[in-house]
T-cell receptor
Framework: DAKTTQPPSMDCAEGRAANLPCNHS???????VYWYRQIHSQGPQYIIH???NNETNEMASLIITEDRKSSTLILPHATLRDTAVYYC??????????????FGKGTKLSVKP | DAGVIQSPRHEVTEMGQEVTLRCKPI?????LFWYRQTMMRGLELLIY????????DSGMPEDRFSAKMPNASFSTLKIQPSEPRDSAVYFC?????????????FGAGSRLTVL
């Protein structure tokens, strides 16, 4: 699987957009980008995923660059409850070994009032 | 659905004792994963099952750890004998084969403290 690089920490003001970057320069053509987050003392929570098109759901938006070597997770209006560690994971959808995701260190997002 | 159910939520035991952690996956999910999380090592995949069969246990730290999935609705992770370095939060997760295979639902975790 392609390796990902994320900043260790970021701050964001409450009500502002939080933009979390992820670098995955060795991504393969069949690999998707997945984002999870882990709020303190809870299990990781799936947020969103995409292959090459931008994606949006009720939680966030995912912007993937045209060359697919990097992506940005956007929380449009961050709240204090969005304070968490955010993980970017690159994984193929098929080809065996489905679902055994490898979590890196992620980005610790602190939303401040 | 109640989600992935793990028990116990907290366990404090003494070194040398046997520990059994339990997991009930989401109904209809055919993959089940056991992860361990510590401050030093982060989230580590220990073992995963597909259709109740262990597929990859290369993350299991040593022979003191064992996992079983006797049926589609129940799995156990056992540590015998336990050691202080096993203190961690253990998460169970499940998913379904297909387009959502990498969308895991995690349980709330079992926090283990070995004294």
């Amino acid at each position: 699987d392609a390796k990902t690089t994320q900043p260790p920490s970021m701050d964001c003001a409450e009500g502002r957009a939080a933009n979390l970057p992820c670098n995955h320069s060795t991504i393969s053509g069949n690999e998707y980008v997945y984002w999870y987050r882990q709020i303190h003392s809870q299990g990781p929570q799936y947020i969103i995923h995409g292959l090459k098109n931008n994606e949006t759901n009720e939680m966030a938006s995912l912007i993937i660059t045209e060359d697919r070597k990097s992506s940005t997770l956007i929380l449009p209006h961050a709240t204090l409850r969005d304070t968490a560690v955010y993980y970017c994971i690159v994984r193929a959808l098929y080809g065996g070994s489905q679902g055994n995701l490898i979590f890196g260190k992620g980005t610790k997002l602190s939303v401040k009032p | 659905d109640a989600g992935v159910i793990q028990s116990p939520r907290h366990e404090v035991t003494e070194m040398g004792q046997e520990v059994t952690l339990r997991c009930k996956p989401i109904s209809g999910h055919d993959y089940l994963f056991w992860y361990r999380q510590t401050m030093m090592r982060g989230l580590e995949l220990l073992i995963y099952f597909n259709n109740n069969v262990p597929i990859d246990d290369s993350g299991m730290p040593e022979d003191r750890f064992s996992a079983k999935m006797p049926n589609a609705s129940f799995s156990t992770l056992k540590i015998q004998p336990s050691e202080p370095r096993d203190s961690a939060v253990y998460f169970c997760a499940s998913t379904r084969q297909g387009s959502g295979a990498n969308v895991l639902t995690f349980g709330a975790g079992s926090r283990l403290t070995v004294l």
